[in-house]
């Protein structure tokens, strides 16, 4: 009776274990899939690019989260400007009309 308490006892932690091992790979891998993205990010126009998208500065800076702006909303003061939001902030970043177009075409033009 002791002997199976003992078994049980040991597959319950060998269960833990794998579990947290699971854990510990899948944060491993967002790690490694952050550190290429970031690897890639440029800094230009108050916002980070990458693949010719905008990239909220704050989410990376501080959570090294990259998260792409959402947009582009056309922003009528007729200085051709476009809103580009952050999904998690909500804070807004006015890039020139046609930014991320043309990134775009360089970007597919590059590759």
Same mark, same amino acid.
């Given at each position: 009776m002791e002997l199976q #308490? $003992?078994? @049980?006892?040991? #597959? *319950?932690?060998? $269960?833990d274990l794998a579990e947290e091992n699971r854990t510990l790979k899948e944060k491993? *891998?967002? @790690? @490694?899939?952050? *550190?290429?993205? %970031?690897?890639e990010l440029t800094f230009e &126009? %108050? /916002?980070y690019w990458h693949s %010719?998208?905008?990239?909220?500065?704050?989410?990376?800076d /501080?959570?090294?989260?990259?998260v792409r @702006? *959402? %947009?582009? /909303? &056309?922003f009528p003061t007729g200085d051709y400007l476009e809103a580009w939001t952050c999904p998690l $902030?909500? /804070? #807004?970043y006015m890039l020139p009309w046609n930014i991320v177009e043309n990134r775009q075409k360089n970007n597919q033009s590059s590759s």
């Open positions: #308490q $003992h078994i @049980l006892s040991m #597959q *319950a932690i060998v $269960h491993m *891998a967002d @790690l @490694l899939r952050c *550190a290429d993205i %970031g690897n &126009e %108050g /916002v %010719g998208y905008p990239y909220c500065p704050p989410c990376w /501080v959570d090294r989260k990259p @702006l *959402a %947009g582009p /909303v &056309e $902030h909500k /804070v #807004q």
